[in-house]
């Protein structure tokens, strides 16, 4: 808790990213992801491994794109570090061990974006010298905060902000590398399934390159008797996906 607090009150953070919620998210994801550390350990190693092969065959390697980079815990920094000659890293709060990891390296730069501003992705992810474009684990988590802001006034907010996500990557030139949670499983002690929640909002992904499940809330770390899973997809190159999904 102590160190919560510490974290919320020391992180630079606009105010209006800490009114809006998001400081308070990012504090919440640092400590739960050091509690589900061993839980989490082979999601992340999935996700990392995807981001890695994204990188391969790259025809230039000059500036790589992190949209939603967070604690950096599923994007293999280092094997991005050795390849491009530019890093940004782009999040509505840059947490602390972000901020640590990257001291002293001039080639990494810290954008503070609130990605769900109409235009965000082809803002932050377009440019001629921009190579690889990375969105981690961020898209489900979008609507999240202006979801629950709204109530039930907008019930369409939510998949508009996941349609406006995905369009603005299908339109970037660069390599684009998407990793996503889709689907939330709610089950007990059996294995039996409690509830069900579609994290996307309705939208319907391509099939992905690879899939796998993420222990988000073992047992006992939001229910003693219920865990969360959820269903992950990772695309190496999204818009390879998308014309694959063409009829
Ligand atoms: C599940 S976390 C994944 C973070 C990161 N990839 C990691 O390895 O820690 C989702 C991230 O999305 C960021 N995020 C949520 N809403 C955002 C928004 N509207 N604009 C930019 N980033 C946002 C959060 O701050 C958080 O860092």
């Known amino acids: 808790m102590l160190i919560d607090l510490f974290h919320y009150l020391t992180t630079p953070a606009p105010w209006a990213h800490r009114r ?16 589900c550390r061993a839980a989490w350990a082979p999601h992340l190693a999935q996700a990392r491994a995807v981001v890695a092969q994204a990188c391969e065959e790259l025809p230039r390697t000059r500036i790589c794109v992190v ?8 994007v293999p ?21 972000t901020r640590w990891a990257v001291r002293g390296r001039s080639n990494v730069t810290l954008v503070t974006a609130d990605l769900t ?16 474009v990375i969105s981690a684990n961020l898209l489900s988590q979008l609507p999240i905060l ?4 709204s109530g039930a006034s907008d ?32 089950e007990d002690r059996d294995g039996r399934e409690t509830d069900r929640l579609d994290l996307l909002h ?46």
């Not at 202006?146 to 802001?149: M, S």
């Not at 996500?165 to 889709?182: E, M, N, P, Y």
């Open 20 to 35: 809006g919620g998001h400081l308070r998210e990012s504090v919440l994801l640092r400590s739960r992801s050091r509690r």
């Open 67 to 74: 949209l939603g980079s967070g604690l950096l815990d599923d």
């Open 77 to 97: 920094f280092e094997h991005l570090a050795a390849r491009f000659a530019e890093i940004r890293l782009v999040d509505v709060v840059h947490p602390w061990p």
């Open 117 to 132: 501003r109409p235009g965000a992705v082809l803002a932050e992810g377009g440019g001629g010298s921009v190579d690889l």
């Open 146 to 149: 202006p979801v629950a802001r």
């Open 155 to 186: 019930p369409d907010l939510g998949g508009r902000i996941v349609r406006a996500h995905l369009d603005g990557l299908s339109r970037l030139a660069a390599r684009v590398c998407l990793v996503t949670d889709v689907e939330q499983r709610e």
């Open 202 to 247: 309705g939208e319907i992904l391509p099939r992905p390159d690879e899939s796998w499940t993420w222990d988000l809330a073992p047992f006992g770390e939001t229910a003693r008797h219920r865990r969360l899973v959820h269903r992950v997809q990772g695309y190496r190159d999204w818009h390879a996906a998308c014309a694959r999904s063409q009829p």
